[in-house]
């Protein structure tokens, strides 16, 4: 057991490590050093052949240094692989690597469980049970990097949890993922995605970071969205709307909407014009994704009414792509893994 007198060194700031270094060895050089190792995935600090073996242990005094641990591995025949990592306490998260042409993506989890309670979606069973640390959020990054000998290129906070209900957490990971004294991989190759929490967007809006924001929208209205996102209910179309052209008048950057096209629910003609309506002129880019049955409760728009939906965006003056399948031989959307593995533990318990 770790004691509860220690940090974990990863969720550190580079600045904040710095002095650390400053102040116990007047060695401030230490933290770039140390940082380095940090990032190459170490499990201790006795692997720093750079430091001495006293410091490795003081350092060992005051700090841990997070691990995963992956509990299973599921490899589609797409090359996509799909990560249940166990965290140091016993709780699970998934993370799933990704092969594009531009590189290796990953989308990383925020949070233990969800607390927004999207119908659609697999990782709020059971709600939240609580946020992940700066340094466990990174560790999806390294510990996927290093295990599956791949440079990852990009970064998205879109797996499970609600990154903008972790915001401290997660702005500590952002910029310790970005510095470049670890493997920083630039603002403009992470996106972030949120369901739309309206003070985060706003707060996020003043952070000054060239990243993407993905704000799942998955409606035409309030009343579409209220049945399958209860977020909506607390911050309302119109308000939500209103932050996020305030967030593009801010940053100058273009925001995606996410789409889920559900069958019959919100994929009729009569939703893409309503969804026209809202978004033109806006700088943004509409993203459809097909639902995954996942919640086994809903069914995916066929493909014929997806390029149907998505030719009547583009019509009406929208930018929009309908987002490539992966994965979908090895349930890689989010919480699917986690679920199953929380079944199997329930079951012996039994």
């Known amino acids: 057991m770790r004691s509860s007198m220690k940090q974990n060194i990863k969720n550190l700031l580079f600045s904040e490590l710095e002095e650390y270094f400053l102040k116990k060895y007047r060695q401030k050089f230490r933290a770039k050093q140390v ?12 692997e720093m052949t750079d430091i001495s073996k006293k410091m490795a242990e003081e350092l060992s005094e005051d700090f841990y240094i997070s691990n995963l641990k992956v509990v299973k591995k599921e490899v589609s025949k797409d090359g996509t692989v799909k990560f249940l990592y166990e965290l140091g306490d016993g709780n699970t998260i998934e993370s799933v690597l990704m092969d594009y042409k531009h590189g290796y993506s ?24 609580r946020d992940l640390e700066a340094g466990e959020i990174l560790d999806q990054v390294l510990f996927t990097a290093k295990g599956e000998g791949k440079r990852i290129s990009n970064i998205v906070l879109m797996g499970i949890g609600e990154p903008l209900d972790n915001y401290e957490n997660v ?85 995606s909407f996410e789409y889920t096209l559900i069958k019959d629910v919100n994929d009729k003609p009569e939703h893409a014009k309503e969804l026209i309506g809202h978004l033109k002129g806006m700088l943004c880019h509409v993203n459809l994704i097909p639902v995954n049955p996942a919640r086994g409760s809903m069914s995916p728009s066929e493909k014929k009414r997806i390029a149907e939906f998505q030719q009547m965006l583009v019509s009406g003056g929208l ?12 349930n890689a959307a989010c919480g699917q893994l986690r679920r199953a593995e929380t079944k199997r533990k329930e079951g012996e318990l039994i």
Request: with cysteine; aromatic share 6%; hydrophobic share 35%.
């Open 171 to 255: 702005l500590r990971f952002l910029k310790n993922v970005n510095d470049e004294h670890g493997i920083n991989i630039g603002y403009r190759h992470i996106s972030l995605s949120t369901c739309g929490l309206v003070p985060g967007i706003n707060r996020l809006a003043e952070e000054n970071i060239p990243l993407t924001l993905s704000v799942s929208l998955h409606a035409p209205n309030d009343t579409i969205r209220n049945q399958t996102m209860p977020v909506s209910k607390k911050y309302p179309y119109g308000e939500l709307l209103k932050a996020v052209k305030q967030y593009v008048k801010k940053t100058g950057r273009r925001v």
């Open 319 to 330: 930018n929009a792509t309908v987002r490539r399948t992966l994965g979908t031989d090895i």
């Open 35 to 46: 940082f380095k190792w940090l990032s190459l995935g170490v499990t201790s600090f006795e």
């Open 106 to 129: 990953i989308c990383i989890s925020t949070q233990v469980g969800c607390n927004m309670g999207c119908t659609f979606c697999a990782s709020t069973v059971g709600g939240k049970v």
